[in-house]
């Protein structure tokens, strides 16, 4: 709708000028275009007070169009600029001003609705994040216990062994743990003890 309130007031500046075939064109493509773009706003009317923008608009173009429809074809208006600023031009700037105010006001929908969209998966974000770092603190603390209480225990078992049959050294295994890894020790630690008094008796 702007672009086409501009392109009136040019044609009606072409028009004061003697351009009448080139201004009365421009005139009438922008008057059909303004018309189509007013129809359009006023088929999505959504937001509340949006109604009474648009009536404006109506209002205050169809001033300016007046303005242009009876008066610029008189031949004593041409070439002259002091009747189209105070007739022509105020309409134009209050069809203008009117137009504007109904992009602010969208605008300021268009703002709104995009924050409470940030707002809505920022809410639906946290939840996975807080899943993601539970699984992330949840793996680290089963691995620390995995590797403390099995890995380790079987590392300190192979290694006694691997020592023993090098050195014939007595086994000497701890494992901190009541459970079949403890029952495994003691009972690799017997075997040792009887391999070596074996060995030692031969």
């Known amino acids: 709708m702007i672009e086409a309130l501009e392109r009136e007031d040019s044609a009606i500046l072409l028009l004061m000028s003697g351009n009448e075939e080139q201004g009365k064109l421009i005139l009438d ?7 189509e773009w007013l129809e359009t706003a006023r088929n999505n009317v959504t937001l509340d007070g949006e109604q009474t923008y648009v009536d404006n608009i109506e209002e205050r173009y ?12 008189k031949s004593e208006n041409e070439e002259n600029l002091s009747w189209y600023y105070k007739t022509i031009h105020q309409a134009f700037l ?11 006001l969208n605008d300021k929908a268009m703002y709104s609705t995009a924050m409470e969209l940030e707002k809505r998966s920022y809410r639906m ?10 699984s992330v603190i949840f793996t680290l603390v089963f691995s620390y216990f995995v590797n403390y209480y099995m ?20 086994m000497d295994i701890f494992v901190e743990t009541k459970d079949e890894l403890s029952c495994l020790a003691s009972a690799v630690r017997e075997l040792c003890a009887i391999s070596g008094v074996s060995g030692k008796t031969e």
């Open 29 to 35: 493509s922008g008057d059909g275009l303004f018309l």
């Open 94 to 104: 209050d069809a203008k001003l009117s137009v504007n105010q109904l992009m602010t």
């Open 62 to 73: 169809r001033v300016f169009k007046e303005s242009w429809t009876e008066s610029i074809l």
């Open 151 to 170: 890995v380790r225990p079987i590392i300190r078992i192979t290694n006694g062994v691997q020592d023993f049959i090098k050195t014939g050294n007595d």
């Open 125 to 134: 974000i946290m939840p996975g994040i807080v899943a993601i770092v539970s």
